[in-house]
């Protein structure tokens, strides 16, 4: 049983005369919002034994396990409800393609936030890898290779020193770094959400 879901938690839900409450959907490593859906004691009970997203389809009028078609399954990190006690907030780690039966991965399109702009880099990061440009820095140090990416996080990290020891322009030089240490990741295999779980396990 998926103990975010308590009795606690279950008996502070104010069900209005519908039986349904509204489930917003973020996903637990980027905060970006996947999804808003509404759920009921049934959608709620199913995710406490199994610990995947399940919800109530108001135009079918019967449970809808999220996944259990495209294999889009959502596994839940952790549920909260609102202050008011009648909107849940499920922290979910997304699996396969993204959230949205459009294809796209949140049900909102593409969101330009600062939130996600590290997730936004390593996808352009990739799409370089795949559709190489010319005259394109990125496709020069992945041709490169390891070494000379290995080589420009040192000459970044100096930088980084530096300025910070100096007092100026420390952002720009953390900001360089953050983009060459993006691409060794890249290089490497190595995905933005394996240092978030990383960082979990450590902060555990």
């Not at 519908?18 to 808003?36: C, E, K, N, W």
């Not at 600062?114 to 041709?143: C, H, M, V, W």
């Not at 030089?173 to 060459?180: C, F, K, M, N, T």
């Amino acid at each position: 049983m998926f103990s975010e879901i308590s009795d606690s938690l279950i008996a502070k839900i104010k069900w209005p005369e519908s039986g349904i409450i509204p489930a917003i959907v973020q996903d637990y490593f980027s905060g970006r919002v996947l999804m808003l859906a509404y759920v009921n004691r049934e959608s709620l009970e199913f995710m406490r034994e199994r610990g995947e997203t399940c919800f109530w389809s108001r135009s079918r009028g019967e449970l809808w396990h999220k996944g259990a078609t495209s294999g889009d399954f959502q596994k839940i990190r952790h549920v909260a409800l609102n202050c008011e006690n009648c909107t849940l907030l499920i922290q979910a780690e997304q699996m396969g393609k993204g959230a949205c039966h459009t294809g796209t991965y949140t049900c909102f399109g593409d969101e330009t936030g600062a939130f996600n702009i590290l997730e936004r880099g390593a996808e352009t990061i990739k799409n370089r890898a795949e559709n190489p440009r010319e005259n394109s820095y990125t496709n020069y140090l992945l041709n490169e290779g390891v070494d000379k990416i290995c080589k420009k996080i040192g000459e970044e990290s100096a930088e980084v020193i530096i300025a910070a020891k100096n007092g100026e322009n420390l952002t720009a030089e953390i900001a360089d770094l953050a983009y060459h240490l993006l691409v060794l990741m890249h290089e490497r295999g190595v995905s933005l959400r394996d240092v978030a779980e990383e960082l979990v396990r450590r902060a555990k």
